[in-house]
């Protein structure tokens, strides 16, 4: 049995980013959230203090079968910690096939449950996604016609949110209009009860604006599993202050942590780029690391890692020339160039970790996938928000604690990995 106080929310992920997202939505609402990376197992249920957990999983594309085995297990893992509340997260634009996983995952919850209802509501209004009579709209279009429709996974051809979840589900699907939404949540809950009658159990619900989503959050309060984008968990926090279960604090405090500051950039897209250059612009040190030297069995870690160490804080980045990464593909093969890179900055993370570096800023969204990896880090507290989508991260159940940013090549401001170093010393500026 856990010495600390169970979680309150326990959320499922369907991919990395999204997790994050929705944990800083949780940590702007008054929850201490750690995010973990995939099925944490035991020995991190014994230091995992929260108020909410996120398990990020990678099931947004994967064969629903094994969606629906991931979810459970997440799902079981969180009942074992004692949450009271559950959340499924899946993307703002519901990106899904007919064949799932929306509907499966969602099914699969209710009925481990024992649940017999819930919502599924995608929208984000702060990122331009709002529902109406259940058509998703991106911006100031329908999903069908956002760019949506041509996704090489999950093409989206199809607004009608209420006809894309049946047919992923044999259970009936119901719409909370936005009729009952703008009345309020004792309306809504009127709307619930409505829809139950009628056998539905999963509703699509209309969402305009934050206050709908609020309103939706505050309905959603008895409900046991809720489904849908990080905008409608904004409305789950206040349910657990009014009902006094969840204290007052600052939810993104952490602790300070000593030690030797790196950046690594794995990614090559265009923001990333930018902020090599702003970085070198500004007379700070850089190393590059050459797929092609690498591959010729040259010791490119090792001399990263002495760089990194006589230069602190250095960055060392695989890009910011297309040329030369085009060259290493044609050469290597993209699979190869990308896997040779991520290794060695996974290593030189590594070797840095053992020389007593403990701030790591990474830029790339597999690139973070490697070097998480390679430093041994299972879950991340969140705390304070960089760049909008970029928490500053605390690492749980390594050898030692780190401050890390995880960062999604086209995440962060041009004079991002700066101001994510002044994060890490304890500044705000
Ligand atoms: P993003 O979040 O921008 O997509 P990722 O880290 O997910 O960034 O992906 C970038 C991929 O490109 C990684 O697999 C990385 O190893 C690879 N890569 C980085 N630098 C080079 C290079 N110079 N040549 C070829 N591939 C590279």
């Known amino acids: 049995m856990s010495a600390v106080k169970p979680p309150l929310l326990g959320c499922i992920a369907d991919d990395f980013t999204g997790a994050t997202d929705l944990a800083s939505i949780l940590v702007r609402g008054g929850m201490r959230t750690v995010q973990t990376i995939g099925i944490p197992d035991a020995a991190l249920a014994d230091t995992l203090d929260a108020d909410a957990v996120v398990i990020a999983l990678k099931s947004r594309t994967s064969p629903a079968a094994e969606a629906v085995r991931e979810s459970l297990e997440a799902l079981e893992w969180l009942r074992q910690r004692g949450c009271s509340q559950f959340f499924f997260k899946y993307c703002s634009t519901f990106d899904s096939t007919p064949a799932g996983n929306i509907g499966p995952v969602t099914d699969a919850l209710l009925q481990a449950l024992g649940s017999d209802f819930t919502i599924a509501c995608p929208a984000f209004p702060e990122n331009g996604r709002t529902l109406y009579r259940g058509h998703l709209f991106v911006q100031d279009g329908l999903l069908s016609e956002s760019g949506m429709e041509h996704h090489p996974l999950t093409p989206m051809k199809d607004a009608n949110l209420v006809r894309v979840l049946s047919q992923q589900t044999p259970s009936p699907v119901g719409l909370v209009r936005y009729d009952a939404v703008a009345q309020g949540a004792a309306a809504v809950g009127s709307r619930f009860d409505e829809l139950r009658g009628e056998g539905v159990r999963i509703a699509i619900a209309d969402a305009l604006s934050d206050a709908d989503l609020l309103t939706l959050g505050e309905a959603c309060a008895s409900l046991t599993l809720v489904t849908g984008g990080s905008g409608v968990a904004q409305g789950l926090p206040a349910n657990f202050k009014r009902l006094g279960t969840l204290r007052q604090v600052d939810a993104a405090h952490m602790d300070s942590v000593e030690g030797r500051a790196v950046v690594l950039a794995g990614s090559a897209s265009r923001a990333t780029n930018a902020q090599v250059a702003e970085w070198m612009h500004a007379g700070n040190a850089a190393f590059h690391i050459d797929p092609l030297a690498i591959a010729e069995g ?39 160039a990308g896997a040779l890179v991520e290794e060695a900055l996974g290593n030189i ?15 790339g969204g597999e690139t973070s996938g490697a070097v998480v990896k390679a430093l041994d880090v299972k879950a991340l507290r969140i705390g304070r928000m960089i760049d909008p989508g970029v928490p500053l991260t605390l690492s749980l159940g390594g050898e030692a604690p780190l401050l890390l940013t995880l960062k999604s090549g086209n995440f962060g401001a041009q004079d991002f990995f700066s101001k994510a170093l002044r994060f890490m010393q304890g500044a705000t500026a």
Do not use: C
């Open 298 to 336: 040259r010791d490119v870690v090792g001399d990263a890692v002495a760089f990194a160490e006589q230069h602190e804080p250095a960055l060392i980045y695989s890009t910011g020339n297309p040329d030369a990464v085009r060259q290493a593909q044609a050469e290597l093969g993209v699979e190869r």
């Open 349 to 363: 993370a590594r070797r840095l970790f053992d020389k007593g570096f403990r701030h790591f800023v990474i830029a």
